[in-house]
């Protein structure tokens, strides 16, 4: 809290914050119960991805125009904030769109990495939109400006795209990458 306010505009501090509470202090909650139940463990770690969820927000309200914090935020999301959803699935759901929301944010930045947009199409796979998730795969990364920015990232997105075709089942005509002839 008081590194924030002395350097409220370094995107690490807020960074660095938000991981030692919703991380750091959250496990630290959930394993040294100090003779807690599990359920109040749990209480308590949630308690802390909480914390670090507001940190992350605030942080973003002092510094919109990077996209670092935007990606912190929904890696927040889809890593620990799933998991507070106890198997819900409607809540998981939820997390992970709210996951890719942010991802898609932070990857419209110029000088955001190539897997933020990838991270983007995952979470809305996970969050059970199979479509959406293979035409972002398509449309924003194979054939829009989502930075493919070398072979291996080519090949991802290709392994991506091809194994997305398989599940909708594609017809063979509509595919991006066809099958292969069977010999």
Same mark, same amino acid.
């Given at each position: ?6 350097q ?10 938000? #991981?030692?509470?919703? #991380? ?5 909650? %959930? ?16 308690? #802390? ?26 890696w ?14 409607a ?14 944010? @932070? ?6 990495? @190539?897997?933020?947009? %990838? &991270?983007?199409?995952?979470? $809305? ?11 972002? #795969? ?6 829009? &400006? ?13 392994r991506?795209? %091809? ?12 595919? $991006? ?7």
């Open positions: 809290e008081n590194t924030v306010k002395l409220s505009q370094s995107t690490y501090f807020w960074d660095s914050g938000a #991981w030692h509470m919703a #991380w750091n202090i959250a496990y630290a909650e %959930r394993i040294g119960t100090n003779g807690a139940t599990v359920g109040q463990a749990l209480t308590r770690e949630r308690y #802390w991805h909480q914390r670090g969820r507001a940190f992350l927000e605030r942080g973003l309200q002092n510094i919109p125009n990077r996209f670092d914090l935007y990606f912190k935020l929904g927040l999301h889809e890593r620990k904030l799933t998991s507070d959803c106890a198997g819900n699935p809540c998981e759901k939820a997390e992970y769109a709210r996951a890719a929301e942010l991802f898609a944010i @932070a990857s419209e930045y110029p000088n955001a990495p @190539a897997y933020v947009a %990838r &991270d983007v199409a995952r979470c $809305l796979e996970k969050a059970g939109d199979l479509r959406a998730a293979y035409d972002y #795969w398509v449309n924003k990364i194979w054939r829009g &400006d989502r930075r493919i920015r070398n072979d291996l990232d080519r090949a991802i997105v290709a991506e795209i %091809r194994r997305l075709e398989e599940r909708l089942d594609i017809p063979p005509t509509s595919r $991006l990458f066809p099958k292969a002839a069977a010999k």
